[in-house]
């Protein structure tokens, strides 16, 4: 990350990770030198403001607001009766009626009015995440002097962000943790290694490359310098830290693992995002056929997880994290970032 991109001390991005944060992990990344970030997608508007004084009260710092960008498919009876066939023995155990659960999407894509809330503010930074929202919304965003970076999985989404307006391309390799970005194919087995896919960036962008995905050290951290990205986007590594929201069900989960136990799964949003193992993926398969479209999946998963949860289960809860991770139990924000960027 160049000075001249971001205006940062240091080139690491706090991977925008809703549910687990809020803008105290974004003021705490961004206070070290980092970009901090803060997930959007999720808030409403109410929500978005206040985080957003939060954020501009305590720090002169630059940070990042993270937004998606996806198109709401349709949500039609005879998909939503499917799916809830697929859970009816979960909802029996939980004595749930699916037909008191709401279909709202609960994740919504960037519009006006959410470009118009953030317009004051003038971010340093604004992120996607599944491409790019219309030309005129990246155009109003960039007058501002904001800088646009979004996600590719592929070299062929990267190419398509650098003609289409980016700034920078974040290069999220198979290994990250939470939702992959893809955006042009649904076909998971094009999915690379964030080496392989950092080595094909660099090789054919000019734009500065951001590595994501398997990055939970300095070593890696040097690595990916030395493959030509320009910085590093980072989420997992502060999932455990003071300032995450993390619960302690996730937490211990992530501490419970042997070894990597990740996999990806569509069941909790119905798009791919990795995260741990557990007894619904298990005994439905971590993508199964029959799993609405995004973001319809989540309204009859999250009543199951409410429940759970209060009998202190995760077993339908999305416990987002990485292949490589390294328990940073009750550590500051301040102290990983500095950490991981001790060799770069």
Known sequence: MK????????PIIQAPMA??????????????GGLGSLPCAMLSPAQLIEQLEVLSQKTTKPFNLNFFCH??????NEQKQLWHNMLAPYFAEYKINPQSLTAGASRQPINQSVVDIIAPYRPAVVSFHFG?????????IKSWGTKVISTATTLDEAIWLSENGADGIIAQGIEAGGHRGHFLSMDLSLQQTTEQLIKRCVEHISLPIIAAGGIASADDVQRFKAL??????VGSAYL???????SALHQQAILDQQQDETT????????AARGIKNR?????GAIPKGVPAFPHASSAITALRTLAEKSAKSDFSPLWCGQKYIPRVGVSAADITHALMKKW
């Open 3 to 10: 000075p001249s991109l971001f205006n940062t001390a240091l």
């Open 19 to 32: 549910g687990v944060q809020n803008e105290q992990l974004a003021l705490a990344v961004s206070e070290a």
């Open 71 to 76: 198109r709401v498919a349709d949500y039609t």
């Open 132 to 140: 790019l929202p219309k030309q005129a919304i990246v155009a109003q």
């Open 228 to 233: 030509g990205a320009s910085a590093v986007q």
């Open 240 to 246: 455990l830290c003071k300032e995450a929201t993390t």
């Open 264 to 271: 990806l799964t569509t069941l909790f949003s119905g798009r």
């Open 280 to 284: 619904v993926m298990q005994e439905l």
